[in-house]
């Protein structure tokens, strides 16, 4: 049968189809499953919740953006004692339709340390060579060059530079980027490899069948196999349910992310016997601050995020150049009425550095909402973790005045909203800072099935394969047993690549 994308408006009845593997998910780990185990010559269906879009989709306005490629309008958000936002996407390739193409392995003493806290065998630098080597052929990773870096990251390195801190153009996934700051709101070049560009493709032309607008609702089983899934099809922006279906499979690959991947499986009775499916939830809550320079630093141009610094991950945090739509940044802008118009006109002399932070005593729970999938998160920010943030902000405060800034923004409720000096910036280091005085995000997510040699405290092993069922498999970040460091695409989809070979091992 060959390989095609079908659409909402495609899916006119009800259906049936079999395969050897269904994938759930098109984001970051299912297409690279779904692109492996189609090449390799199985029949492969590949289900997506949200619909494909192309590059006359794309508008950069940040609202209207938001509206259309996030969940929950860009409005989920944790409920504990810090209200964070987390950015889900919903559309055909996931996550990396909106990431900012970020490709960093894991340092070695991370994955050494998951080896040993959560019996991991197989799952170290050296075992996961291959498949790194693999991904980052596949999708074309790179270093940023400085043709694209725009003045906003070139300050960041500068500014590293003056204080002996070792920073680095972001190896990203991209192939002929042209600096346009729009991997957020998607990307019109299509220069991002994203998964809907990059490997959706290469599965479709090895035969894949997708089902975009295609949300599941329930993982089939008999005993201790697992034979299919079923649910309905969505309208695209409003969720109104259309036809039924039902994918019977040899195997089953959930990727539909850290917060859906754990209700699919409590609601199929598939969580198994650990009682940690759906518990772990951890994120990178990250801070941000803005400065602002003498000269214009043309903010719109330059790569989404192109400077980096690893200096910091034995600190617990990990610093970054950021740029998104000017909307979105004017939210975390200071002031009324004039003030507040004032300050709008200097965001073009403005550059926002931001750092992800390690919080791995910061732990929640996602739940279902009654009568749905539809996900509750709990989660608090431990207080043994806010040091983390605290040095962070300060750090990225002096590199903001290395660098030349005039005066920086922080975003700390009960601090100056503006700073002029290192001096006045020291209060960072030292005033006592409230979870709920942070501006946080957290859009790197994980923990919530995650992989464990011993089946009373995980749900799958390090090959993704589910203790509860013998041909069920996972391949989203919620197999990461904690934080990786740095950020999370590129070893879930190292993990995912070998994910596909155990699944093509068990058919």
Known sequence: MSGFVRTFDEHLRNFV???????????PGGAVVAWQLAEAGYDVVLLEEGPPFQPEDFVTDGSAAIGRLLRDDGLRTTRGNLRMPTMQAIALGGGSLVNSAICVRPPA???????EEFELGVTGPEDLAPHFDAIEAALGV??????????RNLLFRDGCRALGIAAEPIRRNVRACQGSGECFTGCRARAKQSTDVALVPRAVAAGARVYASARVGQVLSHGRRVTGVGGRTVRPLCGESGAAFRVEARAVVLAAGCLATPLLLERSGLAGASGECGRNLQFHPGV???????????????????YHSLAFLDRGYKLETLWGPPGVMAVRLPGQGLAYKENLARIKNAAIWDAIASCNRSHGRVRAKRGSLDPLLDWNLD???LPILSEALWTLARIFFAAGARTILPGVAGLPDEMRSLDEARVLRTAPIRPQDLLCSGNHVFGTTRMHGDPRRGVADEFGRCHAAENL??????????????????????????????????L
């Open 288 to 306: 941000a601050v803005m400065g602002i320079f003498d000269d214009p630093t043309e903010p719109v141009f330059g790569a989404t995020q192109g």
């Open 17 to 27: 189809d079999r395969c050897d593997v269904a994938v759930v998910g098109s984001g």
């Open 109 to 115: 003493s991370t994955l050494a340390g998951w080896a």
């Open 142 to 151: 790179e270093a940023t060059p400085d043709a694209v870096q725009g003045r």
């Open 473 to 506: 498999f996972v391949a989203d970040t919620g197999l990461l047993p904690r934080s990786p460091a740095v950020n999370p695409m590129l070893v879930t989809m190292a993990l995912a690549h070998r994910v596909a070979g155990a699944v093509a091992a068990a």
């Open 383 to 385: 207080h043994r973790d």
